[in-house]
């Protein structure tokens, strides 16, 4: 067998990183972050501690990479909305941002857990304002074209309504009448 190319060897790092950010998101969302240890995610991703700082210097920059992976999922929606011009354009927008926290609630159980924790808040702020001022800054120009005085602020109560339904519906999956809800929002909102 020929040795790896540099691609292949390329490629092989970032499966083994991907697999360490998500055993690293799957620990810190069930046991918390400050209870979570390096020595448990790399048992739980299959490497030797030692290799994880290859990947990682250590516990904060890992959390930061968990959020940075967590925040690429959360733009996917933005990629293809960075104006909203219609109500049709604003329900697709709130709609997918729901499916999104749908298909990654280990992330946004995560996301809530952190959120109360000062040790971790500044890492947290870091990572996720850049992206929640883009996210409102969309929102604020609908709001804006439809005439809103105070569009900054709507566009903050809608924010504030949207992760109160997110908290609802991680606190309570499948008996949180999600669909329901995120109706009645855009109703409000559009």
């Not at 992976?69 to 996917?76: F, K």
């Amino acid at each position: 067998m020929s040795p790896r190319t540099e691609k292949q060897i390329e490629k092989l790092k970032q499966i083994k990183e991907k697999l360490i950010i998500e055993s690293a998101l799957l620990l810190f969302s069930e046991k918390g972050y400050n209870n979570t240890s390096m020595q448990s995610i790399a048992v739980k991703s299959k490497v030797s501690k030692g290799n994880l700082y290859n990947y990682f210097e250590g516990k904060d920059d890992l959390l930061e990479g968990v959020l940075r992976y967590g925040l690429n999922h959360m733009a996917e929606p933005l990629h293809d909305q960075s104006i909203i011009k219609t109500e049709e354009e604003f329900s697709k927008m709130i709609r997918s941002n729901f499916e999104m926290i749908k298909t990654n609630e280990t992330f946004w159980k995560l996301y809530y857990n952190l959120v109360a924790q000062p040790k971790v808040c500044a890492l947290f702020n870091k990572v996720f304002l850049p992206f929640l001022e883009q996210y409102m800054t969309i929102f604020e120009g609908y709001f804006k074209s439809k005439g809103d005085e105070n569009s900054g602020a709507t566009a903050l109560l809608l924010g504030s309504a949207i992760d109160g339904i997110s908290l609802g519906y991680i606190m309570m999956g499948d008996n949180y009448p999600l669909d329901e809800i995120v109706n009645r929002l855009i109703e409000k909102f559009k």
